[in-house]
C-alpha cells in the first residue's frame, strides 16, 4: 500500500477534526478519458476486459478517505502508535531495538532510501503540498512554442514506451483518462479538508509505469528493513516520472507527473495491460508479480492505448489463500469477490476482492514500519529470469493451477529472510 510522507521534524502535526460533510460523488458508466467522453459500449466493453465489475451504485473516491490522510484527521485512525509510526522517519530512535530487522542500521536503510522522494515531497510543503504524495508534481521547465506533429498515435505510444524505459522505467502502459478513477478532490494537509483536483480535464491519455521492488529486501518483511524495497523503488519512481514528463514538455505537449496523488492508479494500470489484479488488492504483473510501484503521467499527448491483460490471476486467486492465511492482521478477503465495503477508505460500487484498510493500517502503526507480507508469500511473487518460474507462471494460467500451488507451498518460496542473513550478503 502506498502512503503520504511525514511531517517535517519539529513541524506540528494536524490535530484531528471532524469529517468533512458527506456530497454526493456518482459518476456515470459513460464517462471515459476525463474531457473526451466514450460510449457507454465502448466502456463497458473496456470494463470487461479488464475484469471490472462496477454496479450503478458506484461512487468516486475523495483522497481525503485514503487510509493514510485518514491517520491523521480521522480519530477513528489516528493514535499515538500512528503518530509515532510517521515521526520513526524522521527520528528512528524513537523505536530502534535490538530485534533482527528493527536495528539502528535497519531503520537507517530504510530512511535513506526514501530520501530523494522526500526531497521532493517537502520542496514546496510551506505552499500546503507534498508532491507525489498529495499532490502532482510541478518540477518541470517549460516547453518550447513548437510541438512536434505526431502523425502516428500507435508510432508515438512505441517511441514514449522506448524513451520511457531508457528514462529508468521498468514496465509502460498507456491508457485513457478515465474519470471514474480520478480523485474527485485531493487532500490539504494543512487544513485537514479536501481541495480543488489539479489534473487538467482535457489530458486525455495516462502512461502508466510499474517500477518493481527488490525481491531479496521483500522477503525479509515484516521488518524495518523490508521497508527499504519501498523507498528505494518510490525515489525510482519520482526520477523517471519527472523525466517522462519532462521528455512529453520538451516536444510542446502537456504533461503531468504523479506519483500516488490525483487519482487510484490500479485500475488504470490494469487498464494499460501491465496486470490484472490480485485477492491481496494489488496489481499482479507477469514480470514481477505484486512486486512493484505504480505512477502515471496525464498528456494530451496523441498515444494509442494498451489493452488488459489476462493470464490466469483471476482463476489462481480464486483458489489461493496465501496472502489472506499470511496476513496477521486478518486484513485481506478469504471469500468470493463482493461489493462489501469495510469503511469509508474502501471505494464503492465494485465487485471486488477489498482488504479492510483500517486493519492494515494498524498493524503498519503498531510495528512501526510499512508491511509487505502479502507481496513475499503470494505465489506470483517470483524471478522470472529463471525457467522454473516461468514454467509456473504457465501453469498457474492453466487448470494444472492448483498443481501449481501445491508445488508453490512445497518449495517454501514464501518463506521469512532473516534481516540478519539479508546482511551478511554483504560480507
Known sequence: MDYPRPAKSGRRLPQAGPPAAEKPRKSPRSAGAAGHPRPASAVAALDREAGFEIGEDFTRFS????IFCRSFWDPKVR???????????RT??????????????????????????DIFAEMRDGEDRREGFLDPYTAIREGPDSTLPVSSPEEMAREIKYAAKTLGADLVGITANDERWLY??????ENETEKPQEVPTDLGNVIVIAQSMDREL??????????TATGATYSRDSIVLLAIAQYITNLGYRAVASMNDSALV??????????????????????????????????????AHDRPVRFGVKETCDICRACTEGCPARA?????????VHNRSNIQGIRKWTTDAEKCFRFWANQNTDCSICVRVCPYNRDYTGWWSRVWRWMAGTPLRRLALWLDRRSGRGERLTPSRWWHAAT
Open 92 to 117: 528512528p530512535k524513537l523505536t530502534w531495538r535490538k530485534v533482527d530487522g528493527f536495528t539502528q542500521r535497519d531503520y537507517a536503510l530504510r530512511n535513506a532510501s526514501w530520501h530523494v522522494t
Open 63 to 66: 483522497q481525503k478517505d485514503d
Open 332 to 340: 485481506i478477503a478469504g471469500g468470493e469477490p463482493s461489493t462489501l
Open 266 to 303: 490500479i485500475p488504470l494500470a490494469i487498464q494499460a495491460g501491465l496486470g490484472e489484479y490480485g485477492r491481496h488488492g494489488l496489481l499482479i504483473t507477469r514480470e514481477y508479480g505484486p512486486r512493484v510501484r505504480l505512477g502515471k503521467v496525464f498528456t494530451d499527448m496523441p498515444l
Open 218 to 227: 521483500l522477503r525479509t518483511a515484516p521488518s524495518a528493513l523490508s521497508g
Open 79 to 89: 493514535s499515538h502508535r500512528s503518530d509515532m509510526f510517521y515521526e520513526t522517519y
Open 184 to 189: 474527485t478532490h485531493a487532500y490539504s494537509r
